[in-house]
Nanobody, 123 residues
Framework: QVQLVESGGGLVQPGGSLSLSCADSGSGDSIYAMGWYRQSPGTQRELVAF???????NYREFVKGRFTVSRDNAKNSVTLHMNNLKPEDTAVYFCHAKKGDTWPLVASRGGYWGQGTQVTVSS
């Protein structure tokens, strides 16, 4: 059973950096693609970035050049490094794992989710 445990997040000023980490403490199975969604109040949970089972990184346009997603198959974990953060990046970030490499732009049913971690970008 996949159990995703997140760490990181917090408060940062605009232009600052944060890193989020997520590890599967359950299955130890690396057949899942892993990545991140985010959700701010009143909006849908949207895709941010993910790493496919084959190891390729995929990004939404609004984070390209600022965020880097990577995974460690040995640790069955995924990390999101966020640079040049903007106030509009403020949201709860959720780690996600699923078997397929097709990830919807808005979160749908299926797969596994972490508990979410708050990222706040504010001066």
């Amino acid at each position: 059973q996949v159990q995703l445990v997140e760490s990181g997040g917090g408060l940062v000023q605009p232009g600052g950096s944060l890193s989020l980490s997520c590890a599967d403490s359950g299955s130890g199975d690396s057949i899942y693609a892993m990545g991140w969604y985010r959700q701010s109040p009143g909006t849908q949970r949207e895709l941010v970035a993910f790493v496919s089972r084959g190891g390729s990184s995929n990004y939404r346009e609004f984070v390209k050049g600022r965020f880097t997603v990577s995974r460690d198959n040995a640790k069955n974990s995924v990390t999101l490094h966020m640079n040049n953060l903007k106030p509009e990046d403020t949201a709860v970030y959720f780690c996600h794992a699923k078997k397929g490499d097709t990830w919807p732009l808005v979160a749908s049913r299926g797969g596994y989710w972490g508990q979410g971690t708050q990222v706040t970008v504010s001066s």
